[in-house]
T-cell receptor, first 114, second 108 residues
Framework: SQTIHQWPATLVQPVGSPLSLECTVEGTSNPNLYWYRQAAGRGLQLLFY??????ISSEVPQNLSASRPQDRQFILSSKKLLLSDSGFYLCAWRTLGTAGTEAFFGQGTRLTVV | GQNIDQPTEMTATEGAIVQINCTYQ??????LFWYQQHAGEAPTFLSY????GLEEKGRFSSFLSRSKGYSYLLLKELQMKDSASYLC?????????FGAGTRLAVHP
């Protein structure tokens, strides 16, 4: 069966510090991968998505970046965090090429920038 | 452009029926999804529609009209545990775009 791992669950970081959030998927090959951010009480904002190794599409200009060094690994990074980067970060995957399959989410990382 | 609209909040009584609407405008359409999200947790999949009509799964049903860019999620026999946010999401070519969600409060 497929599983998605996302860590850490919670993170408190000072303004200006770097960030690295990692997401890995098991039990599937060549998935579409997604990073979302959710501000308190708000909807999910798509940040990045990837259809393959090294292929990253950015949805919102910001000081975040994403990388996909391996087929089932998706990393969200920042060189210098801003207060506005606080939020609930969710990684998701879905099977590439299948029209009907839903996206499955990791447990999320609650980031607080102080 | 892409736009997904759904009501911000709804309230309902335990045992009743509630309908949550979603309207969308997207470039490319490959299906509409409904997710449930309890506070502080990740979203979980509820239903999927790609063709017009009603899909039923137990107490939950979802309807789609592609020509109108409209969907609704119908929740029957409401239970207290159904209090959550319900997110409408549309898949384009590769992107999965979410609406802001509807917070449903179920009262005794």
């Amino acid at each position: 069966s497929q599983t998605i791992h996302q860590w850490p669950a919670t993170l408190v970081q000072p303004v200006g510090s770097p960030l690295s959030l990692e997401c890995t998927v098991e039990g599937t090959s060549n998935p579409n991968l997604y990073w979302y951010r959710q501000a308190a009480g708000r909807g999910l904002q798509l940040l990045f998505y990837s259809v393959g190794i090294g292929q990253i599409s950015s949805e919102v200009p910001q000081n975040l970046s994403a990388s996909r060094p391996q087929d089932r690994q998706f990393i969200l990074s920042s060189k210098k965090l801003l207060l506005s980067d606080s939020g609930f970060y969710l990684c998701a995957w879905r099977t590439l090429g299948t029209a009907g399959t839903e996206a499955f989410f990791g447990q999320g990382t609650r980031l607080t920038v102080v | 452009g892409q736009n997904i609209d759904q009501p911000t909040e709804m309230t309902a009584t335990e045992g009743a029926i509630v309908q949550i609407n979603c309207t969308y405008q997207t470039s490319g359409f490959n299906g509409l999804f409904w997710y449930q999200q309890h506070a502080g947790e990740a979203p979980t999949f509820l239903s999927y529609n790609v063709l017009d009509g009603l899909e039923e799964k137990g107490r939950f049903s979802s309807f789609l009209s592609r020509s109108k860019g409209y969907s609704y999620l119908l929740l029957k026999e409401l239970q207290m545990k159904d209090s959550a946010s319900y997110l409408c999401a549309v898949r384009g070519y590769n992107k999965l775009i979410f609406g802001a969600g509807t917070r449903l409060a179920v009262h005794p």
